[in-house]
């Protein structure tokens, strides 16, 4: 079974630009999360899909935004990006999103450099 | 407010030396716990995971955690460490009850060096 995969997993834009990042879960996996991974903030999550729905959504501001798609596909997207933003971004996957239903799968993440 | 420490930023070991790391949490009802690894470009894999019953879980790896309800801790032992066992390791908590919560609250991770 293919894992998480995360794409582009290299990203260089500037200041002031709009990035989106894909990230395509385990197939039959229905929940897909988002993490933003830094030297100083270490990993802190962005928010979490279900079924097309938001259902759970971390400290960031509002120039963070996601969707998810009908088959579980989740894009987010970073508007009017700041050099702060320079992260490893980390999507994760699991079936129902609940724990005791099962895990998160992480992908190997997609690495934004903001100059 | 849910919080994860890792008191240790970095950690030296030997090969074929015991390993443990620590983690406390803070979290007012149950919770549910985690251990992760990542290696340098890599993403994170699951290593063990607490949720209920036997304090004492066996992971992958040959890792182990034992819960301690009464410390808030949930420390990750490995009696002999391999030197592929150097990477970063983060402890987590689950937010909320289960069900409907997909998020994951990190500690800031200790990074572990072997030496040969």
């Known amino acids: 079974k293919a894992g998480v995969t995360q794409t582009p997993r290299y990203l260089i834009k500037t200041r002031g630009q709009q990035v989106t990042l894909s990230c395509s879960p385990i197939s039959g996996h229905r929940s897909v999360s988002w993490y933003q991974q830094t030297p100083g903030q270490g990993l802190q999550f962005l928010f979490e899909?279900?079924?097309?729905?938001?259902?759970n959504k971390g400290n960031f501001p509002g120039r963070f935004s996601g969707r998810q798609f009908s088959n579980s596909r989740s894009e987010m997207n970073v508007s009017t990006l700041e050099l702060g933003d320079s992260a490893l971004y980390l999507c994760?996957?699991?079936?129902?999103?609940?724990?005791?239903?099962?895990?998160?799968?992480f992908g190997p993440g997609t690495r934004l450099t903001v100059l | 407010a849910q919080s994860v420490t890792q008191p240790d930023i970095h950690i030296t070991v030997s090969e074929g030396a015991s390993l443990e790391l620590r983690c406390n949490y803070s979290y007012g009802a149950t919770p549910y716990l985690f251990w992760y690894v990542q290696s340098p470009g890599q993403g994170l894999q699951l290593l063990l995971k607490?949720?209920?019953?036997?304090?004492l879980v066996q992971g992958i790896k040959g890792f182990e955690a034992e819960f301690k309800r009464s410390q808030s801790s949930f420390n990750l032992r490995k009696p002999s460490v391999h030197w592929s066992d150097a990477a970063e390791y983060f402890c987590a908590v689950g937010a909320g009850y289960g069900g409907s919560q997909g998020n994951l609250i990190f500690g800031k991770g200790t990074k572990l060096s072997v030496k040969p």
């Open positions: 607490y949720f209920s019953g036997d304090t």
């Open positions: 899909y279900f079924s097309e729905t938001q259902r």
């Open positions: 994760a996957s699991s079936l129902e999103g609940a724990w005791d239903l099962g895990e998160q799968f």
